[in-house]
């Protein structure tokens, strides 16, 4: 596993550019980019990029936020807790994972060092600009009828840092980057409820909003 002094990760958060995405019909060839850029920090210390999977076709996109510890490890996005929870609630809501295209905000997973463990930190404004490009692109290439935002972090990079998914969240909106988008919250965050009772009532309340983008994507 990589080291960096914090020195050195400062001194890098402000150097950043557009990612350069290839002029691709290919997904599979936009993956492979993605796996050589270097346009922020944050490369440095993932283990390798997290590209979208899914089918080209798909009608919906789900975004989340970023690669988690066990999605940088394997390369594929919402393959940890966070995203075993989310195929149940898929499955729950009547769409089938296989059809749906998943990817995240930003490509590369942002930790910190706590004693052995990577612990997540959200990426910030920056890192968020840096990677955009290659959400437009998997958006231009897929078309989805709707894009599903999992969570603040994917909502506000969409329409901006006052959006609050408490407000919004479930319904049917317009923006700039896809036509028509719902937010609801990352699943990561009913894995945090502090007890039962209202483990089961985010969870009823996400597997609502996913069926009512499965209705909106139709
Ligand atoms: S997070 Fe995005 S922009 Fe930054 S290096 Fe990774 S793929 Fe490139």
New binding site residues.
């Given amino acids: 596993m990589k080291k960096l002094s914090a020195k050195i990760q400062d001194d890098d958060a402000d150097d950043?550019k557009p990612?350069p995405v290839p002029d691709t019909s290919s997904l599979a060839a936009l993956a492979k980019a993605?796996r050589s850029?270097?346009?922020?920090?944050?490369?440095k210390r993932?283990t390798q990029?997290v590209f979208g999977e899914g089918p080209k076709r798909a009608r919906l996109i789900l975004l989340g936020e970023q690669p988690g510890d066990q999605e940088d490890l394997a390369g594929k996005p919402f393959v940890g807790p966070a995203g075993k929870l989310l195929d149940r609630a898929l499955e729950e809501a009547g769409i089938n994972r296989d059809e749906v295209y998943v990817t995240n905000t930003?490509?590369?997973f942002k930790w910190e060092p706590r004693g052995k463990r990577r612990i997540h930190q959200k990426?910030n404004s920056r890192?968020i600009a840096?990677?955009r490009p290659?959400l437009e692109a998997e958006l231009r290439l897929v078309r989805p009828k709707l894009l599903v935002c999992l969570g603040a972090t994917a909502a506000q990079s969409i329409f901006g840092p006052s959006f609050r998914v408490t407000r919004e969240r479930g319904k049917v909106l317009e923006s700039e980057i896809a036509p028509r988008v719902l937010a609801t919250v990352h699943p990561s965050s009913l894995l945090r409820q502090p007890d039962e009772e209202s483990r089961q009532r985010e969870y009823a309340h996400f597997v609502a909003d996913l069926r009512a983008a499965l209705k909106a994507s139709r």
């Fill in positions: 950043w990612a993605a850029c270097t346009a922020c920090h944050l490369y993932a990029s930003v490509k590369h990426p890192e840096a990677c290659w």
